[in-house]
DNA sequence: ACAAGTATACTTGTATACAAGTTACATTTC
DNA sequence: GAAATGTAACTTGTATACAAGTATACTTGT
């Protein structure tokens, strides 16, 4: 049974770290979709009052995880085809961030990217998959922090919880398999910043549409 | 002094009350910002428990208008670039949305679409602005809905209570400069009926492009 | 006059209490 | 046996209470 990284809790308030231990329980399917959760059995499940749960209740449903109704809520999931679907998201914000990146200096951002990739390579070498898929997570934010567009940015934080999960999950399946695979992510990463550094804008919405192509496959492989 | 219409307001809780009230004010300017927000303060005046408006306020705080800090909430506001930032999103979700109606069978939803648009008309007649807004949005919600990506969907629910209610601000002014302007509006969503009737992925692109762009230039005008 | 420290008032986060409404089940009645 | 009714348990929404922390302002010492 996988439980959330205690480091990624801190600081945080109870209900958000409800919020994550939730999140992570439900993407990975310990909480099966239909479930109908009430505030009160969390709350003694977690030895916590209503309030923080409740908090976190209204937090996954804005991620659109659990759908709240009168008499408890709902869990919808994330199933492969949601997956999916929060793929197109991130090719959309991505591409967009990625397109405003052509345009402008960005040596220190493209720098910044450069180390994130090499402190990946460290984790494969101490097989350290949760710091990967937080790199990884950090990495795409980065790009999208660059791109200096609020609401961009706002779309990417309303599911970078989850993509933080679902990245979570799935590196530690990843590592699993094996340094090749592994090292064709992180190459993956690699000609990402050879598109931007190249500022060529062509060349950039080929490299994002595959990099999210390939991600998709590779998904699938990982299911199947 | 504007107020939130109460139809809209029939239904749901308190929080989600004081959530579409503070909003309204946060992007007409009556709250301004740098303006700090303080949960005992705004419950007085609401006359209510800090319970509702701190749901309010978390709810603000996902939609973006307001930073939660240790002491204080801080309004962010909604600026003309902010706004602009809005359409910019609008555009990416929308034109992804028409793209994938381009396949496949919507007439029941073409149909209802040319409905919205008579009723548009006849909100005119009856200088009925907040109807006309409320039409407005249903009418781009209605191409989202029909492109049946939950993900997509959910991402117009994240930012639907901001563009509903800068609708309801703007197509309020639009209403003060008299008919010709309103009808060009009207027009504007017939093109985009056309532009689905065709299933021409070219011409839909084309036609959306123009929408948001042209909205853009109206707000402009609008502002100035 | 100025710096340091303390007190005070205000902030959020969490816990608990209460009210109104919904669901499910048992009981009653036909 | 089946339908209707009433009741009991459980649900959320809101109010209130308390604790821990923070900023402000005042006081005190030099």
């Known amino acids: 049974m996988m439980r959330f990284p205690t480091a990624w809790l801190q600081g945080i308030s109870l209900g958000e770290s409800i919020a994550c231990e939730l999140r992570l329980r439900i993407i990975n399917g310990t909480i099966k979709p239909g479930e109908v959760l009430s505030e009160n059995r969390i709350a003694t499940d977690f030895g916590t009052s209503r309030s923080p749960v409740r908090e976190a209740m209204k937090t996954l449903s804005n991620e659109g995880l659990i759908r709240l109704e009168r008499m408890g809520a709902v869990v919808l999931g994330l199933s492969l085809q949601d997956i999916q679907e929060l793929y197109d998201v991130r090719y959309l ?132």
Chains 1, 2 share one sequence.
């Open 93 to 224: 914000i991505e591409s967009f961030a990625q397109q405003r990146m052509a345009s402008g200096n960005h040596e220190h951002v493209i720098a910044n990217l450069k180390q994130m990739i090499d402190k990946m390579e460290l984790t494969v070498k101490y097989k350290d998959s949760v710091e990967f898929s937080y790199l990884d997570s950090c990495f795409h934010e980065a790009i999208i922090i660059a791109a200096k567009h609020k609401r961009i940015l706002h779309l990417w934080n309303s599911i970078r919880h989850i993509v933080l999960t679902v990245m979570l999950i799935t590196t530690d399946e990843i590592f699993l398999e094996g340094e090749t695979k592994l090292n064709a992510v992180i190459e993956k990463h690699r000609r990402i910043v050879n598109g931007l550094e190249s500022k060529n804008v062509k060349l950039i919405q080929q490299v994002v549409q595959e990099y999210f192509a390939d991600s998709n496959i590779t998904l699938r492989n990982s299911i199947s």
